[in-house]
């Protein structure tokens, strides 16, 4: 069975950083791309970045390029997001995803994990 | 970046009834639309990919149909569990955006 196990959320003052961690099981991690989306309180769902299978390839959202970073360790089936400079903006449960293919392009999330809550306030 | 209109934005049904949730893309995405059902502290669990692919294990009262910019998620007979929030989210560009949701309550 895939799961996927959220990490390393909590509270962080504006402009502070934190680092999240997404350790998963139950599949070859080396042969799929993965995503953060993160979900704000009470709203929508918003993707926020993805890496290619051997992390040779990232992708980030505008809301976010420059101040986070996706990375992920194959030999410890763990996938990362480094943020930086938080603004309460980015307060949010955040959730790693498992993209079909190796390659990140046209695909779908599945599955989710169970997310990891960043508050992001003075 | 393609927007995405969901229509409701909630839905008032009774458990059996027929409910259709629509989404829009504001630019033609040709069939790379994929549906969410997101339960009350839950994860979003994906339910159809490729506009109308069911993923393995999601009952077959759900069913998605569409191409272009106009897509349709159908519930054919609502049961109790699936009252819940949907999402419809586009892969054919990046950055993949996601419609706003459309929150399926019981009347």
């Known amino acids: 069975e895939v799961q996927l196990l959220e990490s390393g959320g909590g509270l962080v003052q504006p402009g502070g950083s934190l680092r999240l961690s997404c350790a998963a099981s139950g599949f070859t991690f080396n042969n799929f791309a993965m995503n953060w989306v993160r979900q704000a309180p009470g709203k929508g769902l918003e993707w926020v970045s993805a890496?290619?299978?051997?992390?040779?390839?990232?992708y980030y959202a505008d809301s976010v390029k420059g101040r986070f970073t996706i990375s992920r360790d194959n030999s410890k089936n763990t996938l990362y997001l480094q943020m930086n400079g938080l603004r309460a903006e980015d307060a949010a449960v955040y959730y790693c995803?498992?993209?079909?293919?190796?390659?990140?392009?046209?695909?779908?999330?599945?599955?989710w994990g169970q997310g990891t809550l960043v508050t992001v306030s003075s | 970046d393609i927007q995405m209109t969901q229509s409701p934005s909630s839905l008032f049904a009774s458990v059996g009834d027929r409910v259709t949730i629509t989404c829009r893309a504001s630019q033609r995405i040709s069939t790379y639309l994929n549906w969410y059902q997101q339960r009350p502290g839950k994860a979003p669990k994906l339910l159809i990919f490729a506009a109308s692919t069911l993923q393995s294990g999601v009952p077959s009262t759900f069913s998605g149909s569409g191409s272009g910019t106009d897509f349709t998620l159908t519930i054919s007979s609502l049961q109790p569990e699936d009252f819940a929030t949907y999402y419809c989210q586009q892969s054919y560009s990046t950055p993949r955006t996601f419609g706003q949701g459309t929150k399926l309550e019981i009347k």
């Open positions: 890496i290619s299978g051997s992390g040779e390839n990232t």
């Open positions: 995803a498992k993209d079909p293919r190796y390659h990140w392009n046209s695909g779908w999330f599945d599955p």
